[in-house]
Nanobody, 123 residues
Framework: VQLQACGGGLVQAGGSLRLSCAAS????????MGWFRQAPGKERVFVAA????????EYADSVKGRFTISRDNAKSTLYLQMNSLKPEDTAVYYC?????????????????WGQGTQVTVSS
């Protein structure tokens, strides 16, 4: 599966952004999906994940209550709605996929990655 993320940008603290990740090449609904982020000089870390049908989600503690992951299997698209953004949310955001049904927060359990989209939150 090929993944193409978009929607990043520059926003002030407290603002909102919605990231999208368009998938192609395989049956999107066969894949668990996740969002990860990587700040300069730091490791790539888990942000949010969703199972193949969209009925189960997981979030990193740092984004709970502010971010919402969702998917539209008919459109083969994954979303991340980000509200109440903070400067510490600044990072490159990556969407990821694996051909498994269950949700996973482990970066090692994803084997397809998008190219990343930059999110910058100014204070």
């Amino acid at each position: 599966v090929q993944l193409q993320a978009c929607g990043g940008g520059l926003v002030q603290a407290g603002g909102s952004l919605r990231l999208s990740c368009a998938a192609s090449g395989r049956t999107f609904s066969d894949y668990r999906m996740g969002w990860f982020r990587q700040a300069p000089g730091k490791e790539r870390v888990f942000v949010a994940a969703i199972n193949w049908r969209g009925g189960t989600t997981e979030y990193a503690d740092s984004v709970k209550g502010r971010f919402t992951i969702s998917r539209d299997n008919a459109k083969s698209t994954l979303y991340l709605q980000m509200n109440s953004l903070k400067p510490e949310d600044t990072a490159v955001y990556y969407c990821a996929a694996a051909r498994r049904s269950s949700v996973s927060t482990d970066v090692q359990e994803y084997n397809y990655w998008g190219q990343g989209t930059q999110v910058t939150v100014s204070s």
